[in-house]
T-cell receptor, first 116, second 114 residues
Framework: EPEVTQTPSHQVTQMGQEVILRCVPISNHLYFYWYRQILGQKVEFLVSFYNNEISEKSEIFDDQFSVERPDGSNFTLKIRSTKLEDSAMYFC??????????????FGQGTRLTVV | AQSVTQLDSHVSVSEGTPVLLRCNYSSSYSPSLFWYVQHPNKGLQLLLKYTSAATLVKGINGFEAEFKKSETSFHLTKPSAHMSDAAEYFCVVRHTGTASKLTFGTGTRLQVTL
């Protein structure tokens, strides 16, 4: 069964360093998302991406964050200068459609980011 | 604005007994609603979805949910709990528009005891 894959599963980084979280969405999906879950808190939307541009972003997604689809398969989230409060589980998701049917999002296993 | 409220942060049931996880939604439009499950150290798995077709939705692993507009509810049920059902369950609403974001509830941790 097709699935969204994320790498790495765990990432430890020093405060101020740049990190790139990688995702391979399901191959025929066109809409891509990043969410995060700080330990003990709810899952929060970060950004959605379609047709090589951001469709929507939350207030969390400030200038420190960027997304890219560098090739036909990968979807990345970059955090330029990590802060302690960026520590969280980051989930990538994709959906076949953005409107109407088949809009359900399929999530990856997540990348646990720890900023020290 | 679209939102969901999960009324219980923690539910404990005995194996073989029914499961009820409660969710109420707030939406200006006819919403798309989902239940996701997260097992320990695992990702988020879609259990079922409601997208304005049948109000009783059947999902995987014997779960189902009923959309009740009059009560603005979308409660998740299962007739008989299994130990493997122990996990965190999230009620989720999809916002209107293209490539729209999902808003998650705070989650309900289901514990299943022998």
């Amino acid at each position: 069964e097709p699935e969204v894959t994320q790498t790495p599963s765990h990432q430890v980084t020093q405060m101020g360093q740049e990190v790139i979280l990688r995702c391979v969405p399901i191959s025929n999906h066109l809409y891509f998302y990043w969410y995060r879950q700080i330990l003990g808190q709810k899952v929060e939307f970060l950004v959605s991406f379609y047709n090589n541009e951001i469709s929507e972003k939350s207030e969390i997604f400030d200038d420190q964050f960027s997304v890219e689809r560098p090739d036909g398969s990968n979807f990345t989230l970059k955090i330029r200068s990590t802060k302690l409060e960026d520590s969280a589980m980051y989930f990538c998701a994709s959906s076949e459609a953005g409107r109407g049917v088949n809009t359900e999002a399929f999530f990856g296993q997540g990348t646990r980011l720890t900023v020290v | 604005a679209q939102s969901v409220t999960q009324l219980d942060s923690h539910v404990s049931v005995s194996e073989g007994t029914p499961v009820l996880l409660r969710c109420n939604y707030s939406s200006s439009y006819s919403p798309s609603l989902f239940w996701y499950v997260q097992h320990p150290n695992k990702g988020l798995q879609l259990l079922l979805k409601y997208t304005s077709a049948a109000t009783l939705v059947k999902g995987i692993n014997g779960f189902e949910a009923e959309f009740k507009k009059s009560e603005t509810s979308f409660h998740l049920t299962k007739p008989s709990a299994h130990m493997s059902d122990a996990a965190e369950y999230f009620c989720v609403v999809r916002h209107t528009g293209t490539a729209s974001k999902l808003t998650f509830g705070t989650g309900t941790r289901l514990q299943v005891t022998l």
